[in-house]
């Protein structure tokens, strides 16, 4: 298979969702490009030449790309869904923020008004923020978990995260994802209560990113994925 034609076919997809139907459209016009690009070879013209000619045999490409597009009554359904997933995602992230903020500012209030045992102050502060990350955690999962399966396909290239799960690398590396993030949060979790400085092992997550974005970058996987 030619490498600049599956550069070009991969550009096109690029932003298509990942549907069984697309899938195979993208695998025919693979199939086509190709067969035109080595009979324009046989003969006799240059490889540039060739790839020219096989790209103007096969017409209008976007017209089969709009065939793809979401059906006109499932466009609200994914509009929707794009506003449930924005507003919960906002929700999540303030109680986490305010979660620290509990932890950090209870204390800190009984130490300059002397209103309470600042100890006492700190364990309620604690166990607020634990209840804080895990109604914002369990907004996260439930929203991930309740995208209608239909609406799935438009809504996954949002998340630069999302393998391609129509081919077997795509889905090794998506198992592979779920299971470094796993092992992640058991860690920041276990050095979290060990040492009970959650004002600085809130690090780990940043120290995490990094290896992750190391290890895509080393695989191949960012550059497919651009």
Not at 76 to 88: E, F, L, M, S, T
Not at 129 to 136: F, T
């Amino acid at each position: 298979m030619n490498r600049k034609i599956k550069n070009y076919v991969d550009v096109l997809f690029n932003d298509v969702p990942k549907t069984r139907k697309a899938a195979e459209l993208k695998e025919e016009i693979l199939a086509d490009l190709n067969e035109h690009f080595e009979a324009h070879l046989a003969e006799g013209k240059s490889e540039n030449q060739a790839y020219t000619e096989a790209l103007g045999d096969m017409g209008d490409i976007d017209e089969l790309l709009e065939s793809l597009a979401p059906e006109r009554e499932l466009k609200p359904r994914i509009d929707d869904y794009r506003k449930k997933k924005a507003q919960n995602t906002s929700i999540a992230v303030m109680l986490y923020i305010v979660g620290v903020i509990l932890l950090c500012a209870l204390p800190a209030t009984c130490n300059v008004f002397e209103v309470w045992n600042e100890n006492k102050a700190g364990v309620l502060g604690f166990i607020l923020m634990l209840i804080c990350a895990a109604i914002a955690t369990g907004l996260l999962i439930y929203t991930k978990m309740s995208v209608p399966q239909d609406v799935e396909p438009f809504i996954t290239k949002e998340n630069p995260e999302d393998f391609d799960l129509t081919t077997k690398k795509g889905r090794y590396w998506a198992s592979i994802s779920k299971l470094f993030w796993l092992i992640a949060t058991i860690i920041y979790l276990g050095i979290s209560f060990l040492t009970m400085a959650w004002h600085v092992t809130w690090l780990i997550w940043l120290i995490a990113s990094a290896v992750w974005q190391a290890i895509m970058m080393f695989s191949g996987m960012k550059d497919e994925e651009d």
